[in-house]
């Protein structure tokens, strides 16, 4: 059943996966901490007892093995799909099952995504067991399974749309297909921002304003030094899901808001909370989510051309190999996944550090807002212990995965910051 190139494929991932298994057991050691920061706020030993030091190694050691051997998964996926002719499959049942254009590519995208959705099923409920052993993810099983349906939809509806479009494009013009769809990719990326808070998130947790009175007026009070307004800050009920901590700012306009996970409310003391409710404010008041928008469709600009050419290439010289009649034949979707994919993921370096600039300017108007450094300190030890992080993680997971600074590099910064007593 599997042609040549389909073999060469699993052959070359399991080579990668060994050598990524090697890598992370014998070679790399993430527990060394520079000889210089022992016994500082960012050395581990100092906030972790035995027990947490051997479970962070081991968990993060297992995470990083996993991350690595998951996002080339997906692509060796899509690219087996259609070498062995199944997404040429899915497009003839489409056709068979109906004339009209919308509904044969509502039938095929939902081949596509169900096929996807039960091989990688199992391997979502490894890593949801895995966290649940280390006592991060707290979910039932039926909550778990409701959460994957309720991505499995989303997912359908968005892919759906994009392969509407995206195939509409290129049939209309072949060589520019990208820069419309760049275009169109504006409003809705704004459109799904705005609705991301009152609509989306909904669906997979409860949201209410904060229950804890005492605090809730002590964290209204910082927010109204901020001029944010008390319908703005939310608390959302995570305790079901996960015993990690934290919170962040969502949506734009009118939804904009800052949420607090219940787990951060219970499990901090009332002045680490306030330092983490300033920092969220920092990425409110400095309108950070703005940035990030502007910053993704620079990205997604260079992407989406490189992309085009990829795709037009591939698919002039390798048609044969991926089974694919034309540029705009709905069967080479997980083609454009692929590329998307990995462009993606080339560039999360880029993406991720322009994160972590923001993420460290929202620490420095947080240590200034509440001169609090004890309290920054242990907030950030409970981050780590409560979702068994890593201080150092290795430098490629660094630049592949962190959004944020690494603990490390936020305790030394606040241990080592000058905060200036007021008069
Ligand atoms: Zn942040």
């Not at 060469?8 to 399991?14: A, C, I, S, V």
């Not at 409701?146 to 997912?155: N, R, V």
């Not at 229950?211 to 030094?225: G, M, P, T, Y």
């Amino acid at each position: 059943m599997l042609n040549k190139f389909a073999k060469w494929l699993l052959f070359g991932y399991f080579i990668y996966a060994a050598l990524v298994v090697f890598y992370f057991l014998a070679i790399n050691d993430s527990s060394n901490l520079p000889e210089i920061y022992r016994g500082s706020a960012a050395d581990p030993h100092t906030f972790m007892n035995d027990r947490q030091l051997e479970l962070t190694y081991e968990y993060s050691k297992i995470r990083h093995i996993i991350f690595f051997l998951l996002t080339p998964f997906d692509w060796i996926l899509y690219l087996t799909i259609l070498s062995i002719g199944l997404s040429a499959k899915f497009r003839q049942w489409a056709e068979s099952s109906s004339k009209y254009s919308f509904f044969q590519k509502a039938i095929y995208v939902f081949w596509l995504s169900f096929v996807s959705f039960i091989i990688l099923l199992p391997i979502d409920f490894f890593t949801y067991q895995l966290s649940k052993s280390y006592g991060i993810s707290t979910s039932t099983f039926a909550i778990w399974m409701k959460d994957q349906l309720i991505d499995f939809w989303l997912d359908y509806i968005f892919l759906l749309l994009l392969a509407i479009v995206v195939f509409q494009l290129i049939r209309k013009n072949e060589k520019r297909w990208w820069f419309y769809a760049w275009i169109i990719s504006i409003p809705f990326t704004i459109f799904l921002m705005f609705i991301q808070p009152v609509i989306i998130d909904p669906l997979y947790n409860d949201f209410y304003p904060l229950k804890n009175k005492d605090l809730e007026e002590k964290i209204l009070d910082l927010a109204s030094q901020a001029n944010i307004p008390a319908e703005h800050v939310y608390e959302v009920n995570m305790s079901e899901k996960t015993n990690a901590l934290n919170a962040y700012v969502t949506g734009i306009g009118r939804n904009s808001r800052i949420v607090l996970w219940d787990t951060t409310l219970s499990k901090l003391s009332d002045d680490e909370v306030l330092f983490i409710m300033a920092h969220e404010i920092a990425h409110y008041v400095k309108k950070h989510i703005y940035a990030g928008i502007a910053a993704y469709l620079i990205i997604s600009l260079f992407g989406l051309y490189i992309a085009s050419k990829i795709y037009n290439w591939s698919i002039k010289k390798h048609w044969r190999t991926l089974k694919i009649n034309s540029l705009n034949d709905i069967a080479s979707l997980p083609l454009l996944l692929v590329i998307i994919s990995f462009l993606t993921f080339a560039s999360s370096p880029l993406s991720n550090s322009f994160s972590r600039y923001l993420e460290h300017s929202a620490d420095v108007y947080a240590i200034e807002m509440t001169k609090d450094k004890d309290a920054a300190i242990r907030s950030f030890q409970k981050l780590t212990i409560a979702g068994l992080s890593e201080v150092n993680p290795p430098a490629i997971v660094k630049w592949l995965r962190y959004t944020h600074p690494t603990m490390l590099e936020r305790l030394i910064f606040i241990e080592n910051y000058e905060v200036e007593k007021e008069k």
